[in-house]
């Protein structure tokens, strides 16, 4: 098992930044990929960011590059989303995920086995 607990959202003004962090306990060893997710209000959730556990190779929506940066610390077993120039349409709930397989796909949600309880961020105009 994996336990996923993200931080760090909030209210901001568009144009301003925050960095969500997302902390991994349990079976961590086992982690293949982690990712950032986003539902707004009425939407599906879509996927934002991803990155490779080990070798830190990232994967983003193209929505969002330029704007949105993931990383990891493995030593704190942590993953970050720095985000920035926040849109009101960034307004959404924020979820961590992370799947303890390789595979190739890193934007279904179904092949996520771990999610967080999700983070808000709400930007206004």
């Known amino acids: 098992q994996v336990q996923l607990v993200e931080s760090g959202g909030g209210l901001v003004q568009a144009g301003g930044s925050l960095r969500l962090s997302c902390a991994a306990a349990?079976?961590?060893?086992?982690?293949?990929?982690m990712g950032w997710f986003r539902q707004a209000p009425g939407k599906e959730r879509e996927f934002v960011a991803a990155?490779?556990?080990?070798?830190?190779?990232?994967y983003y929506a193209d929505s969002v590059k330029g704007r949105f940066t993931i990383s990891r610390d493995n030593a704190k077993n942590t993953v970050y989303l720095q985000i920035d120039s926040l849109k009101p349409e960034d307004t959404a709930v924020y979820y961590c995920a992370a799947r303890t397989y390789s595979y190739s796909d890193y934007e279904s949600i179904s092949y996520y086995n771990y999610w967080g309880q999700g983070t808000q961020v709400t930007v206004s105009s």
């Open positions: 990155i490779g556990w080990s070798g830190g190779i990232t």
């Open positions: 349990g079976r961590t060893f086992s982690i293949y990929t």
